[in-house]
């Protein structure tokens, strides 16, 4: 046994891997950021946004101030006011809306509780990363405007669960508006029957 084997080895490996680099594309283990930017899975997630219907922000936004995600949130990260007047929602029941819907970034710890916890299907979680900010404080609170994104954009981060929540939220407003049906009256001949002594 040559003695050092596992060291020539073990060099061989990094030189066949630092050649290889320079020829296969797939063995490149890092790239020129910020030119270069790897794709984002699905599942990524990063800090909250609210989601919103339609072109108007303020009418379609989905959340209606209930406040659960400020309660549940680990960090207390999120403040809220409800408003005092209502606004319709995605199934034309009035509803409350946040007049202040603030979040501070620099608390956050992106744990999603707030997503898991919404009935609403209000606040998501986004995939920007690039919010470094020279003040600490002001800068990285972010307001309701700030955190405000169309559905459009809900489903080009996350297409796969975009989908499902629209169909569930289809779905809700599709047995809402159902008129409720009657229960079905029992047969002629078996109310005759039951009628008739024996």
Known sequence: MILGGGILKGMAVTARNFVG???VKERMVTIQYPEERAPLPENYRNFPFLVHDGEDQHAGLRCVACQICE????PQCIYIVKSKDKKPDYIGKPQFYPAIFDID?????SCQICVEVCPFEAIKMDKVFELSQQERFDALLMKKDELAKSNTYYHQIHPTEAASVDAKLA???AAKKK???PPAAPPAAAAGAASTPA
Not at 71 to 74: D, G, M, R, S, T
Not at 105 to 109: A, D
């Open 171 to 173: 779905e809700a407003a």
């Open 71 to 74: 309660k549940e949130c680990p």
């Open 21 to 23: 680099s320079y020829f």
């Open 105 to 109: 970034i620099s608390v956050c710890m």
């Open 179 to 181: 008129p409720a049906t």
